[in-house]
């Protein structure tokens, strides 16, 4: 891995995108940038309540508008939203300066992270273990287009973050 090229986590909901971040920037000292909270502070309000009043549709608008900004950045961590992916687009301008680490994780250890959790608009159903099993076997194939990748069950932010930045010697 090109040492000055952008470190993108991508990956589900709860694979540990933003811890793993956090451990990345103290030992790059590069800053690491959420999309979902840059979504946030475009919008003015949370990531439900654009789920809610909006729609999906209209979310995704707004995150390929921020994908589009953060990719022009150099030296940083870029901590994807779990859908990021699913748009070519996305990846595309991601990938010009940056290379993609797929945090996989498996649905089981995905439901235990997040059993508590209220802020994830497309997990709040009736049956959250079944839609992250639907999710994730649509999801794999775009996960897979990462360049990394990298299993994140049973391991620490810190172990994970250590196995990418040996990626990158
Ligand atoms: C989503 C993941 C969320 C957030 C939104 C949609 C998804 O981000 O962008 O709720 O489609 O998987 P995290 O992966 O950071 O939870």
Known sequence: MKVSKNIILVGFMGAG?????RVLSAATGWPCVSTDDLIVQAEGRSINEIFRDNGEAFFRDVERRIILEVSKRQSVIIDCGGGV???SRNVEALRKNGVLVYLQTSPAEIFRR????TDRPLLKTPDPQAK????????SPFYAQ??????????TPEQVGQEILRLRS
């Open 17 to 21: 995108k933003s811890s793993v971040a």
């Open 85 to 87: 992916v699913l748009d």
């Open 114 to 117: 997040l059993k508590t959790q």
């Open 132 to 139: 992250i099993k639907e999710l994730l076997d649509y999801r």
């Open 146 to 155: 990462a360049d990394h990748t990298l299993m994140t069950d049973g391991k």
